[in-house]
T-cell receptor
């Protein structure tokens, strides 16, 4: 596609359930990023992929969060045993390379935990 | 690690006036500084960026200045219009994978 695509656009789920968020980056972009944005707040870095590998997972808030990327393209962010504090917009971005390149964002997934 | 501070958190200007948003960074190795605009409910979009070998860059009504010695950079919007109303984020990158974003500035342009 022309831009970064994220699905679902909205997700409402009950506390304790697992959720899976998907990101399809711009074709040819080797770097992929996940951010979390709470209401009215800035962008919190979660994890980065260069190709299929994630060199640094230190931004993930807890061990309930995990992410993977296969085929150097689509990435999924999984949150297990969701908590109310996980409610936020989860943004994905991609760039040509990992270093000093503009990041192109998707529209995000708005996650609401009841 | 890198830390980026952004001021002000909220800025209100009259249509036609200029708006200035300032950011400071802590890591002197930072060499790439993008600015993003995020309209309500929309995705952040890159509006301008500057690299450390340049002191100033301009694109129509938008300009960014960089002072490496003082470790600060600023966004200048001239002749503001209501459609400039949004949240603006500055960011810094050291050449590695992690881009650190400022907390954002909510700009209101009053018609």
């Amino acid at each position: 596609g022309a831009g970064v695509s994220q699905s679902p656009s909205n997700k409402v789920t009950e506390k304790g359930k697992d959720v899976e968020l998907r990101c399809d980056p711009i074709s040819g972009h080797t770097a992929l990023y996940w951010y979390r944005q709470s209401l009215g707040q800035g962008l919190e870095f979660l994890i980065y992929f260069q190709g299929n590998s994630a060199p640094d997972k230190s931004g993930l808030p807890s061990d309930r969060f995990s992410a993977e990327r296969t085929g150097g393209s689509v990435s999924t962010l999984t949150i297990q045993r969701t908590q109310q504090e996980d409610s936020a917009v989860y943004l994905c971005a991609s760039s040509l390379e990992y270093s000093n390149q503009p990041q192109h964002f998707g529209d995000g997934t708005r996650l609401s935990i009841l | 690690g890198e830390n980026v501070e952004q001021h002000p958190s909220t800025l209100s200007v009259q249509e036609g006036d200029s708006a200035v948003i300032k950011c400071t960074y802590s890591d002197s190795a930072s060499n790439y500084f993008p600015w993003y605009k995020q309209e309500l409910g929309k995705r952040p979009q890159l509006i301008i960026d500057i690299r450390s070998n340049v002191g100033e860059k301009k694109d129509q009504r938008i300009a960014v200045t960089l002072n490496k010695t003082a470790k600060h950079f600023s966004l200048h919007i001239t002749e503001t219009q209501p459609e400039d109303s949004a949240v603006y984020f500055c960011a810094a990158n050291t050449g590695g994978f992690k881009t650190i974003f400022g907390a954002g500035t909510r700009l209101f342009v009053k018609a």
